[in-house]
T-cell receptor, first 112, second 121 residues
Framework: DAKTTQPPSMDCAEGRAANLPCNHS???????VYWYRQIHSQGPQYIIH???NNETNEMASLIITEDRKSSTLILPHATLRDTAVYYC?????????????FGTGTRLTIIP | GAGVSQSPSNKVTEKGKDVELRCDPI?????LYWYRQSLGQGLEFLIY????????KSGLPSDRFSAERTGGSVSTLTIQRTQQEDSAVYLC???????????????????FGEGSWLTVV
């Protein structure tokens, strides 16, 4: 019973920005939004996380709406190696050990 | 090591045999998780360890599955009397633990290993 909704698949042209949406309308005030990706069946790779402010790191940007009911992961210049399944996950801020509950994610395909 | 290490990376076993999968978490990480992913399916939580607390076994699919964590570090997932439906990649992950409600930092991120591919024939 994942608490997020994502489109099952998306395409993006190589070199363009990939914008992956996620709905989390039932998110609680103490829940963070996390993004992971999984290439083939390798172990999931952490991308970014945030609470309510927009976040940016070397991999991506995370835009969270003011009401926190949705967010967008932005890969600014997509490459072929960004082809993967992207998971949006909400995680409560407890002790920092709360497990992740994965949904079905978005399969992003980067088109040459 | 720098990341979560799992062994073996691949294992083929005959139906009915027992298998053990090993996980070495990132040094200093007190929380350890096991997940599995069947072909074409999502990630399924199995079990979670945190320090000396009783493990959260709520995701184990049957009593054929068990796991232990010795000395708060290395963990072993054991599957007894393997069945063909046990074929999957078994993923281990670890994280640091901080105080209740403190802002989740990158230090609390859950990091995954590359998994152990299990094929039951």
């Amino acid at each position: 019973d994942a608490k997020t909704t994502q489109p099952p698949s998306m395409d993006c042209a190589e070199g363009r920005a990939a914008n992956l949406p996620c709905n989390h309308s039932t998110i609680s005030g103490n829940e963070y939004v996390y993004w992971y990706r999984q290439i083939h069946s390798q172990g999931p790779q952490y991308i970014i996380h945030g609470l309510k402010n927009n976040e940016t790191n070397e991999m991506a940007s995370l835009i969270i709406t003011e009401d926190r009911k949705s967010s967008t992961l932005i890969l600014p210049h997509a490459t072929l190696r960004d082809t993967a399944v992207y998971y949006c996950i909400v995680r409560v801020a407890g002790f920092g050990n709360e497990k992740l509950t994965f949904g079905t994610g978005t399969r992003l395909t980067i088109i040459p | 090591g720098a990341g979560v290490s799992q062994s073996p990376s691949n294992k083929v076993t005959e139906k009915g045999k027992d298998v053990e999968l090993r996980c070495d978490p990132i040094s200093g990480h007190t929380a350890l998780y096991w997940y599995r992913q069947s072909l074409g399916q999502g990630l399924e939580f199995l079990i979670y360890f945190q320090g000396n607390s009783a493990p959260d076994k709520s995701g184990l699919p049957s009593d054929r599955f068990s796991a232990e964590r010795t000395g708060g570090s290395v963990s072993t997932l054991t599957i007894q009397r393997t069945q063909q439906e046990d074929s999957a990649v078994y993923l281990c992950a670890s994280s640091l633990v901080s105080g209740w409600g403190t802002p989740l930092s990158s230090g609390n991120t859950i990091y995954f290993g590359e998994g152990s591919w299990l094929t039951v024939v």
